[in-house]
């Protein structure tokens, strides 16, 4: 019985963290830093809407190839998301961001077949 009474406190203890402590981010009921009320989605802190919705194709701005986004890598650098064809070539724009961001303002057109990535 004892037992019983204390998962059960620790049940509550968890869903009280989750649903107002710092977990509330995680399930979508955020913090109010917007001070707009949550309505479920997700703002970003200096926008008071939901986020955008990506685009269906991307260029990986380290390959140079067309990116379904349901099916890519992702990674978030200065507040954008880039979206990648495969692990390497995340890893390798996580190695320098600055460089692979910069080149992704002025990409060329999309390759359509590239190296084994």
């Known amino acids: 019985m004892n037992s019983l009474i204390y998962f059960l406190m620790l049940g509550g ?6 649903r107002f402590g710092c977990g509330a981010h ?3 009921h955020g913090h ?9 989605h997700d703002a970003s802190p200096d926008s008071s809407g939901p986020l ?9 701005p ?9 099916k890519a ?5 200065g507040g954008q998301v ?10 390798k724009f996580e190695t320098d961001p600055p460089t692979y961001a910069k080149d ?3 990409t060329p057109a999309a390759k359509e077949h590239h190296h084994a990535c």
């Open 82 to 91: 880039y979206y990648f064809c495969s692990q390497d070539c995340r890893a």
């Open 13 to 18: 203890l968890f869903f009280l963290m989750m």
């Open 26 to 28: 995680v399930m979508g």
């Open 73 to 77: 890598k992702s990674a978030v650098y």
């Open 104 to 106: 992704a303002s002025t």
């Open 52 to 60: 955008r919705t990506p685009p269906d194709k991307v260029v990986d």
């Open 32 to 40: 109010g830093h917007t001070g707009a009320p949550s309505d479920g």
């Open 62 to 70: 380290v390959c140079h190839v067309n990116v379904e986004t349901a």
